[in-house]
């Protein structure tokens, strides 16, 4: 599914060159389940920024599905975006103006799937999610893991082959933490969806089905 | 989808909306009441042209469409009255009294004559040579009737005689030889106005008399009163076009310090849909989309202030005549459009090329 060779990336900070990741090579299969973990400033967020597309590598080869992220043009690594990948940060990062629903749609619409009827799985996820009751509701009324939880249903509606999560938990408590991890393992059981996590924490890594380890822009174990 | 947003991000920032949509308005204001008040001076002067039931008008050579201030030869008139077809004449002079106010000269029994006469609602005809007539709405927006006494009026203050019913050429009439003798201007026309005995040959005996007055401009008051449009007047279509300029730029400076803030304060929001798979184009579209809606907003607001400005014309300055320019509605919305759409091109272009990891980590 995806397949990581000495992936390199520089950013250059004026005169400085800031070498983010120095080599990475890493496997997924699909539908795995993986987490990485490592020290702050370790290369994690970098590499998800560029399998996600929103910044081109330096140097190393990406095939997401087959597909060469290296080779790609500005437009594809946008379409990439919009289908390959789903995104879920640390900060919520829902749009305070829309509703739940139309936090949703609008990925759709952005993808271009917003003419089609929701697919059926979709309805389930919701479900799964929590969510059905609280559509209708803007993110300003809803807790952090609400909130957390619509991101998720965000970045999976369009189905993409990997759902990329930056410390999805990070500014949760223990308990919406607990939870949302157990929604992330239960979309990777029952719909078969591919996910990526990076966290800080032993406990939520150990949900992953594996453990990556990152060090100074490197997988180390 | 879009719309949803656009609207949303409208309501989310009231205050901002209104006073951008506010300011766009007056901008739409200011043009439509120009053009409003042009247009309807405009109408006023060639219906009280009409007043004087005048089929032909003959003016000095040259002068402009508005233009009173340049006189000729009074002589002239009994050639005029002996021309084949025309049944009567009557001369007049007018004297500038200011921006907007004239005096006019005329002899009081040919020009009654060719008027039908005027209608008094109060007071009479002049009593001695040093009297003027007005008319009601000067009357009323001076707050003066008759027996009162104007001040100032080529060097005296003088008694108003009587105040007859508007619309008959002027709204300030004095004797025609004692304006000629106040003003040295003895022998001295601003315009001869003619009656034909034959109204189916105006254009023909205007045509006739062109030809053998060169010196003059002649005119059937058909054509004088649709040449009393803003097009034939040059001043007024400069000063309308630099209107609509200030307009345009207004409505630039106002979208753009909007929507610039609007950009700053979504950034992360831009980053978001970035992450999401949005392309440039789609960001520039969100931010043109409500600036569209903005300026729209803006227009409805400024063809219904434009009501209030007319109200307040009407009550406050009864001379000024501003009407409602509906074909202009779309003509000032459109100015809006223009000035908001280049004015949201720097901010959407610096959105649009926002930078998405940057815009996400921003708070
Ligand atoms: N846009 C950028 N420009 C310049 N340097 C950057 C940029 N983004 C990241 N870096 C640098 O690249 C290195 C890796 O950063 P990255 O964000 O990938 O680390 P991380 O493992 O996600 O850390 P954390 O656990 O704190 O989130 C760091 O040294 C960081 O300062
Ligand atoms: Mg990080």
């Given at each position: 599914?995806?397949?990581?060779?000495?992936?390199?990336?520089?950013?250059?900070?004026?005169?400085?060159?800031?070498?983010?990741?120095?080599?990475?090579?890493?496997?997924?299969?699909?539908?795995?389940?993986?987490?990485?973990?490592?020290?702050?400033?370790?290369?994690?967020?970098?590499?998800?920024?560029?399998?996600?597309?929103?910044?081109?590598?330096?140097?190393?080869?990406?095939?997401?599905?087959?597909?060469?992220?290296?080779?790609?043009?500005?437009?594809?690594?946008?379409?990439?975006?919009?289908?390959?990948?789903?995104?879920?940060?640390?900060?919520?990062?829902?749009?305070?103006?829309?509703?739940?629903?139309?936090?949703?749609?609008?990925?759709?619409?952005?993808?271009?799937?917003?003419?089609?009827?929701?697919?059926?799985?979709?309805?389930?996820?919701?479900?799964?999610?929590?969510?059905?009751?609280?559509?209708?509701?803007?993110?300003?009324?809803?807790?952090?893991?609400?909130?957390?939880?619509?991101?998720?249903?965000?970045?999976?509606?369009?189905?993409?082959?990997?759902?990329?999560?930056?410390?999805?938990?990070?500014?949760?408590?223990?308990?919406?933490?607990?939870?949302?991890?157990?929604?992330?393992?239960?979309?990777?059981?029952?719909?078969?969806?591919?996910?990526?996590?990076i966290t800080h924490n032993p406990e939520a890594a150990a949900y992953g089905h594996r453990i990556v380890r990152m060090?100074?822009?490197?997988?180390?174990? | 989808?879009?719309?949803?947003?656009?609207?949303?991000?409208?309501?989310?920032?009231?205050?901002?909306?209104?006073?951008?949509?506010?300011?766009?308005?007056?901008?739409?204001?200011?043009?439509?009441?120009?053009?409003?008040?042009?247009?309807?001076?405009?109408?006023?002067?060639?219906?009280?042209?009409?007043?004087?039931?005048?089929?032909?008008?003959?003016?000095?050579?040259?002068?402009?469409?508005?233009?009173?201030?340049?006189?000729?030869?009074?002589?002239?008139?009994?050639?005029?009255?002996?021309?084949?077809?025309?049944?009567?004449?009557?001369?007049?002079?007018?004297?500038?009294?200011?921006?907007?106010?004239?005096?006019?000269?005329?002899?009081?029994?040919?020009?009654?004559?060719?008027?039908?006469?005027?209608?008094?609602?109060?007071?009479?005809?002049?009593?001695?040579?040093?009297?003027?007539?007005?008319?009601?709405?000067?009357?009323?927006?001076?707050?003066?009737?008759?027996?009162?006494?104007?001040?100032?009026?080529?060097?005296?203050?003088?008694?108003?005689?009587?105040?007859?019913?508007?619309?008959?050429?002027?709204?300030?009439?004095?004797?025609?030889?004692?304006?000629?003798?106040?003003?040295?201007?003895?022998?001295?026309?601003?315009?001869?106005?003619?009656?034909?005995?034959?109204?189916?040959?105006?254009?023909?005996?205007?045509?006739?008399?062109?030809?053998?007055?060169?010196?003059?401009?002649?005119?059937?008051?058909?054509?004088?009163?649709?040449?009393?449009?803003?097009?034939?007047?040059?001043?007024?279509?400069?000063?309308?076009?630099?209107?609509?300029?200030?307009?345009?730029?207004?409505?630039?400076?106002?979208?753009?310090?909007?929507?610039?803030?609007?950009?700053?304060?979504?950034?992360?929001?831009?980053?978001?849909?970035?992450?999401?798979?949005?392309?440039?184009?789609?960001?520039?579209?969100?931010?043109?989309?409500?600036?569209?809606?903005?300026?729209?907003?803006?227009?409805?607001?400024?063809?219904?202030?434009?009501?209030?400005?007319?109200?307040?014309?009407?009550?406050?300055?009864?001379?000024?005549?501003?009407?409602?320019?509906?074909?202009?509605?779309?003509?000032?919305?459109?100015?809006?459009?223009?000035?908001?759409?280049?004015?949201?091109?720097?901010?959407?272009?610096?959105?649009?090329?926002?930078?998405?990891?940057?815009?996400?980590?921003y708070d």
């Amino acid at each position: 599914m995806i397949e990581i060779r000495n992936l390199r990336k520089i950013y250059k900070q004026g005169d400085v060159d800031v070498f983010a990741l120095r080599g990475v090579d890493l496997d997924v299969a699909e539908g795995e389940f993986l987490s990485i973990v490592g020290p702050s400033g370790s290369g994690k967020s970098t590499l998800f920024n560029i399998l996600g597309g929103l910044t081109p590598p330096t140097d190393g080869t990406v095939q997401i599905g087959g597909r060469d992220i290296m080779q790609l043009t500005d437009a594809q690594r946008t379409d990439l975006r919009k289908q390959a990948v789903g995104f879920v940060f640390q900060k919520y990062n829902l749009l305070p103006t829309l509703t739940v629903n139309d936090n949703i749609e609008i990925a759709r619409h952005i993808a271009g799937t917003h003419d089609k009827p929701r697919e059926s799985w979709f309805a389930d996820a919701l479900k799964l999610l929590g969510l059905e009751s609280k559509l209708g509701r803007k993110p300003r009324q809803l807790s952090g893991g609400e909130q957390q939880r619509v991101a998720i249903a965000r970045a999976i509606v369009n189905r993409p082959s990997i759902l990329l999560a930056d410390e999805p938990t990070g500014n949760l408590d223990t308990e919406n933490s607990d939870l949302v991890l157990g929604l992330l393992r239960d979309l990777n059981e029952k719909i078969g969806q591919t996910i990526l996590m990076i966290t800080h924490n032993p406990e939520a890594a150990a949900y992953g089905h594996r453990i990556v380890r990152m060090r100074d822009g490197r997988v180390v174990a | 989808m879009i719309p949803r947003l656009v609207f949303e991000n409208l309501k989310h920032r009231p205050i901002r909306t209104a006073l951008s949509a506010v300011a766009i308005g007056l901008q739409v204001t200011m043009v439509l009441t120009l053009v409003g008040v042009s247009r309807g001076m405009l109408d006023e002067s060639a219906r009280r042209q009409k007043g004087t039931n005048a089929d032909i008008v003959i003016r000095a050579g040259g002068s402009a469409i508005l233009g009173f201030g340049v006189e000729f030869t009074a002589k002239l008139e009994p050639a005029f009255r002996q021309y084949p077809g025309v049944a009567d004449t009557t001369g007049i002079l007018v004297q500038s009294l200011g921006m907007l106010d004239g005096i006019t000269g005329i002899d009081y029994d040919s020009f009654n004559r060719m008027s039908g006469g005027f209608k008094f609602i109060e007071g009479g005809p002049f009593t001695n040579p040093d009297e003027i007539l007005v008319d009601d709405i000067y009357a009323r927006s001076k707050g003066v009737k008759a027996g009162d006494y104007v001040k100032n009026i080529l060097g005296a203050d003088r008694k108003i005689a009587g105040v007859v019913e508007s619309g008959k050429l002027s709204r300030m009439f004095m004797q025609r030889a004692r304006l000629q003798e106040l003003t040295g201007k003895s022998e001295k026309y601003t315009a001869v106005y003619v009656k034909v005995a034959d109204p189916s040959k105006t254009e023909e005996i205007a045509k006739g008399m062109s030809d053998k007055f060169p010196n003059n401009s002649i005119f059937s008051m058909e054509e004088l009163a649709s040449l009393m449009s803003v097009n034939n007047i040059p001043m007024l279509r400069t000063f309308i076009r630099v209107v609509i300029g200030l307009g345009v730029f207004i409505g630039f400076l106002v979208v753009f310090l909007s929507m610039y803030t609007a950009v700053l304060e979504r950034t992360r929001e831009i980053g978001i849909l970035k992450a999401l798979g949005a392309s440039p184009s789609y960001i520039l579209s969100i931010l043109l989309t409500e600036t569209v809606l903005l300026s729209l907003i803006g227009s409805v607001l400024g063809v219904i202030f434009t009501f209030g400005t007319r109200w307040i014309m009407h009550v406050f300055v009864p001379e000024m005549v501003q009407i409602t320019t509906p074909d202009w509605w779309p003509i000032a919305g459109g100015i809006a459009v223009v000035g908001s759409l280049v004015g949201a091109v720097y901010p959407g272009l610096k959105a649009a090329k926002q930078d998405a990891i940057e815009a996400l980590a921003y708070d």
